[in-house]
Nanobody, 119 residues
């Protein structure tokens, strides 16, 4: 059974930090691109940050460059998104996505974790 389980969300003041984690199971984590998306109330889902299977290439949405950092540990089947200098506009549900490099149709989603940035 494939699972992606996110954790680490919460309420934080502007300028604060959070560390989101996503643990995968039931699939070969090390051959999957891992991506964080987010969805704010009333808006569509948007890509936040992605990382290739070996971690050699990362990409970020322009709105989070220099503030968020994505990393992965294939030995622990974990991808982490470090959120720094948080802004109210970062408020959203953050989702973890896995997509196979071998078969691009194999894609999985986590249940999401809420991040709220407010004073």
């Amino acid at each position: 059974q494939v699972q992606l389980v996110e954790s680490g969300g919460g309420l934080v003041q502007p300028g604060g930090s959070l560390r989101l984690s996503c643990v995968g199971s039931g699939f070969t984590f090390s051959v999957y691109d891992m991506t964080w998306y987010r969805q704010a109330p009333g808006k569509g889902r948007e890509l936040v940050a992605g990382i290739t299977p070996t971690g050699g290439i990362t990409e970020y949405a322009d709105s989070v460059k220099g503030r968020f950092t994505i990393s992965r540990d294939n030995a622990k089947n974990t991808v982490v998104l470090q959120l720094d200098m948080l802004e109210p506009d970062d408020t959203a549900v953050y989702y973890c996505n896995a997509r196979s490099r071998v078969n691009r149709r194999n894609t999985y989603w986590g249940q999401g974790t809420q991040v709220t940035v407010s004073s």
